[in-house]
């Protein structure tokens, strides 16, 4: 590859992605680097799904004002790009005086926040909200939604590849440097590249980027947290998600948040890693989901478990104070036409687009962007047979006899939804982007009925051998060939 | 609407019966709905032999074995539809069909649930470590390679006995994998001792019991587990830790009734069986739903499931004619030594067979079923075996017309 673009987005994240489907408002050449096989493979997919209101973070910082302005326009983000999204609410519960106490200045900083709606509520008014919510006293977020990161992230990187934007995959960029003409080299996986700007999105990789393009060092300081997933037989107890009143050092313990496609997810733990990566769920974390977890929600029982998750958050240190940093969002007159985005955990997805309209903020500061007349807002998202009633499902049947040909059972997804998959316009072919993309293996047999059908499917529609086939990864390959 | 005396969801060992028993009965207006392309269920990738001893007093192969059946529905001219899910059902016997010719409704008289179980996964066992490919459930391994003609891996652990992982351990050293080992959590297996043999022993693969996977291992293809030995409380013992390096593990972990469609329906589950709670003619507490074979209780041989699947023919049959059935108002119980027991409920009026299954092995035993101080029945047995169910005969004419009854366990 050796054409030159004009701004090269080193990670398909949520954040890497918002960043290209708002600047394919503009005329220019984009490509977004992904070092994975898909979008949403690192701390996007890895993550509890909320719409944050902006009540846990300090005023006058900016995630703080990211996430309130991200929630404030999410119902027309939604619409514009066909993502289900949920404004639920969120509780954030209190037993005792000293939780009170701490859930009073929680509710003092949410007030200066200016987060909308909050109140605190007693015992009564919980279980009005939520009948399977036990404590004193809450506080009421009414602002707070669910929504699916997999399918909002796809939906950013689908908008803006409609938009012109290319997407790399299996590209990791392993080193930055300057051509004659000044402008950015990049080696990566898949040779070398040439482009006028980099945006450095790479989330829990960004620290390594900043270095690569001279924004200097970040101490990573991550924190490890892990997830168990619940059937959606628990799902329908839980509408809302409930948090425990924060600790001394303001971090939450476990809590359960209801998902967007009606599972529960119980968790993160905290685990303090320091530099590491490590996505091994472990048996002591396990054992502290089903304690802790049982205490927030009575069905976090190992009759209703179907997955378990690990996410890393990618926090790095301010090198100032060695504090966690706030989101950082910078350019540096030694470093022209690159913008470095380092620290962005959460609230990073509800954060995503407004980080994306700073980016190119700073952008404009010192080059003149023209508008892409073409430019189209909307994304549609891909028909959910499930989700349709009776007639509508007699009419997409007879429009397309593969909607009446159920390949995954648990969550009724069809043959036409997964081959859709099969064919999205991000070019994705692994079985974890087909997935994402239509919730098949995502049940409670967890792909017992339908994998044999997707990966048959695969070959099928993309020629590809059975070797070829890959779970997510390069080197996850699931056959090593043809029964001799 | 389309109306039938009778649907039965699943055309497998199960279903396929209870069609053809139904028919002899005379009753005619039968649906049989399967959701692959052929009839026959889980026994079309069972293509290794040993079914078919207690039915047909032969030994065949899955196919062969199903293939009886369908040749019977054929001949008797039982209508089914293939590649057909049942997506609803409601308590009103209402049966909802996603088809590639349409969403087809059918208003049934009585419904036979007969769909089978489907395997525990990963993920419900809350297995630690990372999540690579290369992990497959038996079945779903046995299928890839079976009906697709699929290789999934060469250097292969199997953890968990049950039948499908030991029959998986000779497929695939067959196909040519290196099987390194079983490892079995329990202190006995959880397969049939045929199968440990036949499968095991004579291809010289260890297994090892009171041992776990306790972690995954690998961040792209799995590159191997971690196994510790476990105490009588099942969990690992710190210091026994070893480590296998594979580039496949096959799960055989049990299997779980698959009862989304009788829940829909109202029918309600026993938390033992993970299957409905049924009377002596094996209808649900839903009139005129009736449910047998796996989506019932797991058996250990088809022949059994068939078997079942006939004896619910009757009663379905008699529901049909009179539109009821009598009232099974006397329970069955067990001791804490029994893990369940088939039927749940009983009306004392008719003979009828008992299914159940210990949780421990028991040497030389007999089986008591009492209905207090009077004994109805006492089965000797020379053993008994978790992986083995155990059948026999209960007369009506020993149960008194009250009083609950109770299963229990004797080692002598």
């Not at chain 1, 829990?204 to 924004?215: N, P």
């Not at chain 1, 054992?287 to 802790?292: C, F, R």
């Not at chain 1, 205490?295 to 240190?317: A, H, L, Q, S, W």
């Not at chain 1, 030694?334 to 985005?341: H, L």
Request: with cysteine; hydrophobic share 35%; glycine share 10%.
């Amino acid at each position: 590859m050796s054409a030159k673009i004009d701004v090269a987005i080193i990670g398909g994240g949520v954040v890497g992605s918002a960043v290209a489907r708002e600047l394919s408002r503009f005329r220019l050449n984009i490509c977004v680097l992904e070092k994975e096989l898909d979008v949403c493979n690192g701390v996007s997919g890895r993550n509890t799904g909320l719409l944050h209101s902006g009540i846990l973070n300090k005023k006058n910082m900016l995630r703080t004002e990211c996430c309130m302005e991200g929630n404030k326009e999410f119902e027309q983000v939604a619409q514009e790009l066909d993502v289900p999204f949920r404004r639920c609410g969120k509780l954030i519960v209190g037993f005792g005086e000293e939780e009170r106490g701490r859930l009073e200045k929680l509710y003092k900083q949410g007030m200066e926040n200016g987060v909308p709606g909050i109140r605190m509520i007693n015992a009564a008014e919980i279980k009005r909200l939520d009948p399977n919510v036990d404590g004193e006293f809450a506080i009421h977020v009414p602002s707070a939604g669910i929504l699916c990161p997999f399918t909002y992230t796809i939906a950013l990187a689908e908008n803006a590849v409609q938009n012109g934007v290319k997407y790399c995959f299996d590209c990791e960029v392993t080193g930055i440097s300057r051509n004659e003409q000044g402008d950015f080299s990049l080696e990566t996986k898949q040779g070398k590249m040439t482009a006028r700007w980099v945006i450095n999105c790479a989330g829990l990789y960004a620290y390594k980027i900043s270095e690569m393009l001279g924004f200097g060092k970040y101490q990573p300081s991550r924190v490890k947290g892990e997830y168990e997933i619940l059937d959606k037989k628990a799902g329908k107890y839980l509408s809302l998600p409930v948090y425990p009143t924060p600790n001394e050092y303001g971090a939450f313990d476990i809590h359960v948040t209801p998902t967007i496609d009606g599972n529960v997810l119980v968790g993160p733990t905290i685990e303090h890693i320091g530099e590491g990566i490590d996505y091994a769920a472990t048996q002591s974390m396990i054992e502290v989901l089903e304690k802790q977890g049982s205490k927030m929600f009575r069905y976090v029982k190992r009759d209703y478990y179907i997955r378990n998750y690990v996410g890393v958050f990618p926090t790095v240190e301010d090198p100032e104070t060695h504090e966690e940093m706030d989101f950082r969002i910078e350019t540096k007159e030694s470093v022209p036409c690159a913008v470095n985005v380092v620290g962005i955990n959460s609230p990073g997805l509800t954060s995503a687009l407004p980080i994306a309209r700073r980016v190119i903020a700073k952008i404009r500061q010192s080059e003149a962007l023209t508008m892409n007349e073409k430019f189209n807002p909307v994304r549609r998202g891909m028909v959910k047979f499930s989700q349709k009633n009776e007639e509508e499902k007699r009419r997409l049947i007879a429009q397309n006899p593969d909607y009446g040909e159920i390949y995954c059972r648990c969550e009724c997804v069809t043959k036409a939804e997964v081959k859709a998959a099969v064919h999205n316009i991000l070019g994705v072919t692994t079985v974890s982007g087909i997935k994402y993309r239509t919730r098949a293996t995502m049940g409670r047999c967890q792909g017992g009925y339908c994998e044999t059908r997707l990966t048959q499917l695969i070959q099928q529609e993309l020629g590809k051998k059975k070797e070829e086939i890959l779970l997510n990864k390069p080197e996850a390959y699931m056959f090593t060939g043809e029964v001799k | 609407m389309e109306q039938r005396d009778v649907v039965i969801i699943g055309g497998g060992p199960a279903g396929l019966a209870a069609a053809v028993k139904l028919k002899e009965k005379e009753i005619n207006d039968i649906l049989i709905i399967e959701r692959e392309r052929q009839l026959g269920g889980i026994l079309r990738q069972c293509i290794h032999d040993g079914f078919g001893l207690t039915r047909f007093g032969e030994t065949l192969s899955g196919p062969e074995y199903s293939q009886r059946f369908i040749d019977e529905v054929e001949t008797l001219g039982i209508d089914f539809i293939t590649n057909a899910t049942v997506i609803d059902l409601t308590g009103d016997k209402i049966v909802t069909v996603a088809t590639r010719d349409g969403l087809l409704q059918v208003q049934a008289k009585t419904v036979i649930l007969a769909m089978g179980c489907r395997e525990r996964t990963r993920g419900a066992l809350a297995i630690p470590g990372t999540r690579p490919s290369g992990i497959y459930n038996a079945g779903v391994a046995q299928s890839y390679i079976n009906l697709f003609n699929t290789m999934v891996g060469k250097e292969v652990i199997i953890m968990g006995s049950g039948d499908i992982g030991l029959i998986m351990a000779r497929r695939l050293t067959l196909e040519g994998a290196h099987v390194k080992a079983v490892f079995e959590v329990l202190p006995y297996p959880s397969g049939l001792p045929r199968n440990i043999e036949q499968c095991l022993h004579d291809y010289d693969i260890p297994l090892y019991l009171s041992h776990s996977v306790i972690e995954i291992k690998g961040n792209e293809r799995i590159e191997g587990v971690r196994v510790a030995e476990v105490g009588t409380d099942l969990k690992p013992i710190p210091g026994t830790e070893k480590d296998f390096s594979c580039d496949t593990l096959i799960l055989s972990v049990g299997l779980i009734p698959e009862n989304e469609l009788s829940l829909a329906a109202g029918a309600v589950l026993d938390e033992r069986t993970k299957g409905a709670f049924v009377d002596e003619n094996f209808q649900t507490n839903v009139p005129g739903i009736f449910a047998a074979g796996n989506v019932l209780h797991v058996h250990d041989l088809v022949d059994f499931v068939s078997l079942e699947a006939e004896a619910l023919a009757e009663g379905a049959a008699q529901y049909l004619k009179r539109g009821y059935l009598e009232a099974c108002d006397i329970p069955v119980e067990t001791d804490a030594k029994i893990g369940h027991v088939i039927p749940q409920r009983i009306s004392g009026k008719k003979n009828f067979r008992m299914s159940m299954r210990v949780r421990k092995p028991t040497g030389k035993c007999r089986i008591e079923v009492r209905q207090g101080e009077h004994l109805i029945k006492s089965v000797p047995l020379p053993k008994a075996l978790p992986a083995e169910m155990i059948q026999f005969e209960v007369e009506a004419d020993q149960i008194l017309p009250n009083g609950k009854i109770e299963v229990s366990v004797y080692e002598k």
